[in-house]
């Protein structure tokens, strides 16, 4: 067993299990989820998170395989931008995860010897959010106070206020776009390649032989990286640094900074992430269209929407840059909607939403506290 | 013996070898090139053309393994901007390239049995320039006309310029910079471990086993691939098209048409490129810092440099952007060299350089076309 299932996930069993999108009907689902904060009486100042492609539900607390501090634990907590002194926070593992949600690594039919592996049907942004719809019913919330993620977590965040409108209250859709682009698709392809290359794969069957394609996941998370940080954050952090200082030439090892970070990257990754959810997952951000959905109009997805909306892009982010952040504004000024839009200036690429972003932040404490305000939610 | 061997490359052998940057002298060299036109009486009307990574000496003709078009037929030939009516156009397989000169396929002690494969001394942009000077001397030509090359190519013609000033007329460097950036460095990275990690890459001997590392180069392909390429292109050329029209919601198989592109782009190289020389050559990219050289001054590699520059950039190109070429410029320009700059506007990324530009075509035939005037070239 490795380190991932050897966790017990906080979790809620759904026997009724879920309807997907390709047809397919999952018989159970497990949803794994963390929560910060206090639900107060009216259940009305839940916050959902939504996460990243390689995101989980331990935003803010130590994680217990990695050992780090929570993903967005500058973002979330007593005192920060969503104020856990103030909010009840929820973050589920998405639906075909690897982290505790009936995900590719989940028994079957039951049989924990076997797997789905990548015989789990494939999942949509929607079955995702359709997975969290139950979760946060389960949890008695009516309707959520906002719903809030970054880069996939900000496609989950638009298909919630689409399809249940009325469960929110505020939207923040950060780092994203409305639909994955010909450009981002291609580089999630290279990695899904790189993890079929790799024999250990064994043609998603690796846990039979007790391996994981760490060479070819490993390589998707390298190449992934890089486009999660702007060429200003990259020679910024490396340059063009040697390893270990000055050296002779040489045609093997690591030879510069960035070559060693990258590899350290890709190395880390594999030990707390399953290549089938990967593969899944990533497969679910190139199906994404909102639009599609509604005719090709994205403003009509948005038709009578009730949600306050707060778009945030950052000006470095070419995997999801400012226009794809712009054309969703459009269409939500086109559907009348209550929408607010903030660029924030920043060199450190698609990773931004991550990291210390002063801007970023009061943007959204700002946004956060003007919405808590008209839905007469107290400190 | 792979395709390419096969094929018996027009070349030269210089017996007295190179001494290389990294220490290493090759006892004996090859240099396999191609040329159109005719060289005047004077020797004075020769073009150097410097190719890129993925490119060879067969610029303007049918290429003898893949049967295609000369990867740059519509820039070169008769009334094309370089005009093979009125220039000699020389264009050589760089070393440590796979089509003739000498690389990693070359056998190590004269035995045709045992290739250097991985131990083939790491080469530098400057060796490939010493080893096409070498050329250029026994074909008699004191000073070139021009050195013309793009991406790769370009970082070639700077260092021409630099290492041979009285050798070079003029210089065009397009689409290039004066050091491989940070992120260069990451993508290209990516690529050597899909290389490496391939099975039957077998540790770089896998010529014994006459496999190749067909999966491994193909992913590094298809990662460079993308960044040869602007968003808008891949935009354009395939949007979010699925393969086969409509299709269900499917785990495997190409889904997108740019996906299906991406591992043709992959499969086709690995027929005509070694994975050795892939390995050199991204390397070679990798330690180009032409400052370096010059105590971290770019404009001292220039100093009273006579050849006349014309730097050419694309809009689109985000391997390349413009604002590596204006360093450049900057350099030049203090240096007191004689520059032109010219950014086109095209959308088709750093690849514009090899495809239908009218923008770009007129200003390089404009160039080379004051620049014979001032050199006394008849038409």
């Known amino acids: 067993m490795d380190a991932a299932s050897a966790v017990n996930h906080q979790h809620l069993v759904f026997e009724d299990g879920l309807a997907l999108e390709c047809g397919v009907t999952l018989a159970r689902m497990v949803v794994a989820y963390q929560s910060y904060g206090t639900l107060n009486a009216a259940k009305s100042n839940a916050i959902l998170i939504c996460h990243a492609l390689t995101g989980d539900q331990y935003v803010a607390e130590t994680h217990p395989i990695t050992g780090k501090r929570g993903w967005w634990d500058l973002v979330v907590g007593p005192g920060r931008p969503i104020d856990t002194d103030r909010f009840f926070v929820v973050c589920a593992n998405v ?71 009325e469960a929110v209250f505020a939207a923040v859709p950060i780092a994203t776009a409305a639909y994955h682009s010909a450009q981002n698709i291609a580089f999630q392809e290279v990695g899904r390649q790189a993890i079929f290359a790799d024999p250990d794969w064994e043609g998603g069957r690796y846990w039979a032989s007790g391996k994981i394609p760490a060479r070819g996941l490993g390589i998707a998370r390298m190449a992934a990286h890089i486009t999660y940080l702007s060429e200003q954050a990259l020679t910024r952090k490396f340059g063009r640094r040697l390893q270990g200082g000055e050296g002779g030439l040489s045609m093997f ?32 951000m190139d199906w994404f269209d909102l639009a599609a959905d509604y005719d090709g ?78 839905a007469g939610i107290g400190r």
Chains 1, 2 share one sequence.
């Open 95 to 165: 639906l075909g995860g690897c982290m505790g949600s009936t995900g590719p690594r989940s028994p079957r039919d039951g049989n924990p010897e076997e797997p789905w592996g990548t015989d789990f049907p494939p999942i949509t942004i929607r079955d995702m959010v359709r997975a969290q719809k139950k979760l946060v019913d389960a949890l008695g919330i009516t309707r959520l106070f906002a719903v809030v993620g970054g880069s996939m977590g900000g496609m989950q965040v638009l298909e919630w206020a689409a399809t249940y409108p």
């Open 253 to 284: 090892g690591d030879i510069f900074e960035v070559e060693s970070y990258l590899q350290h990257q890709g190395s880390t990754f594999v030990r707390r992430f399953d290549a089938n959810s990967y593969l899944t997952i990533t497969r679910a």
């Open 297 to 374: 109009d994205l403003s009509r997805a948005f038709a009578s929407n009730p949600a306050r909306f707060c778009l945030i892009s950052f000006t470095s982010d070419w995997l999801f840059p400012t226009a794809a952040s712009r054309a969703i504004v459009h269409a939500l000024n086109h559907a009348a909607a209550n929408v607010s839009f903030v660029e924030i200036t920043s060199d450190k690429g698609h990773d931004a939403f991550l990291l210390e972003e002063p801007d970023f932040f009061r943007t959204l404490a700002g946004f956060l506290a003007g919405c808590a305000e008209h």
